[in-house]
């Protein structure tokens, strides 16, 4: 960037000598034939460096280096005084004044010069120790507003994830391109589970024991939810619906899936037992089947439920219904894509509420394969 230095000197040939200098060297020059004219300038071009005569009729250099230093904003601009006066006798007066250095006439080049550049090397030196003080305190002006921003981000997705999934809620609060309430179509592998012998156990139990039921039963299923990252759609007393591949696409849904759905039974077997030896015959059942579905925002504006509507929803809400304690039935398809991964056997041709066929279902009878070995049986 080109330094402008402001050229003050009552004589023209003074001033042209300068500017010509000045000039040869890269420098733009302004000039100003008063005090008063300078301080105008001072005001208008922002100079970076001042040579300033100390002997011109009104204000003399003294006076003008004075005005220029009682602005704080000129606080650390150059100022070089240039007379023909004893310099020995003028520099007091110059320094008090707030000059920055001293030139005698007749004015050598070389010195001109030198002065110059060393002077506006400390000036450039101040400015950008000037805009990076700046900077900070404009980082440390906003800094506790992006932390409360921070906060309030952090408050919404923790309530978000009281109604949603931890997925959907992020992508609710991180917004984007796309709304994730918006209706949309995907391909899904949905989970339906729910306990066998708690409309009984309802019947003759007490309100506060049927809670705390549900609390150990939710507890135990929703943290293989969050662990296996599925999406839950709905708590409906013992039921349950859980997705996968919507909103956050997964390469795996059937897979992974299977291994909550494995993972389930196997924490649900533990709750039964301690539930039997309080006198509550307690088991669970899970359906699974994978197809496309109709998925967005269902409610209105006071309350919004994330909901998935389709074929494969109720066909695994109905495997769910013929699974007995402890056992997972698994749709034709979902078996397709797992085959090879876990131990299974045909469950027969279901008549299903809901559909004009017999549906092929498949009952899991051991655990998936590890992961290295699932995810190399894949399709790609």
């Not at 589970?193 to 156990?201: E, I, N, Q, S």
């Not at 899970?286 to 929803?313: K, S």
């Not at 039935?329 to 559909?355: C, H, T, Y």
């Not at 066929?357 to 899991?364: C, G, I, K, S």
Request: glycine fraction near 10%.
């Amino acid at each position: 960037m080109t330094a402008t230095i402001l050229v003050v000197d009552d004589t023209p040939l003074n001033v042209k000598l300068f500017a010509d200098l000045l000039g040869a060297r890269g420098y733009r020059t302004v000039s100003a034939s008063s005090g008063a004219e300078a301080l105008q300038k001072l005001a208008a071009e922002a100079p970076d460096l001042v040579l300033l005569d100390v002997m011109m009729p009104g204000m003399s250099g003294y006076e003008v280096c004075s005005a220029i230093r009682a602005d704080p904003a000129h606080a650390m601009l150059p100022v070089v005084l240039v007379t023909a006066l004893d310099p020995a006798q003028e520099r007091a007066k110059g320094l008090e004044a707030g000059a920055d250095d001293f030139l005698s006439k007749p004015v050598a080049q070389a010195e001109l010069l030198a002065r110059v550049k060393s002077l506006l090397r400390i000036k450039q030196l101040y400015d950008e120790v000037q805009r990076q003080k700046n900077e900070l305190a404009e980082w440390n002006r906003t800094l506790a507003q992006r932390v409360q921003e921070g906060v309030q981000q952090l408050e919404r997705v923790g309530r978000l994830r009281r109604f949603f999934s931890p997925q959907l809620a992020e992508a609710i609060v991180d917004g984007g391109t796309v709304d994730p309430l918006k209706s949309h179509r995907c391909e899904i592998t949905v989970v339906f589970l729910d306990l066998r012998g708690f409309t009984a156990f309802t019947e003759t139990a007490d309100p506060e024991e049927v809670m705390a039921v549900l609390a150990d039963y939710h507890a135990a299923v929703g943290r293989r939810i969050l662990e296996f990252e599925g999406t839950l759609e709905r708590f409906t007393g013992d039921g349950i619906m859980v997705f996968f591949n919507d909103p956050t696409p997964v390469h795996d849904p059937a897979p992974r899936a299977a291994r909550m759905a494995l993972a389930m039974q196997g924490d649900v077997a533990l709750l039964a037992e301690r539930w039997r030896k309080r006198g509550h015959a307690l088991q669970m059942g899970i359906g699974i089947a994978q197809g496309f579905a109709t998925l967005g925002g269902i409610g209105f504006p006071g309350r919004i439920d994330y909901a998935a509507i389709g074929t494969v929803t109720n066909l695994a809400a109905r495997l769910c219904g013929e699974a007995a304690g402890g056992e997972i039935l698994v749709s034709q398809r979902v078996w397709g894509l797992i085959d090879g991964m876990v131990e299974a056997e045909p469950a027969g041709a279901l008549v299903l509420k809901g559909f004009a066929r017999p549906v092929p279902a498949f009952r899991l009878r051991g655990g998936l394969r590890s992961m290295d070995s699932a995810e190399r049986a894949l399709p790609r």
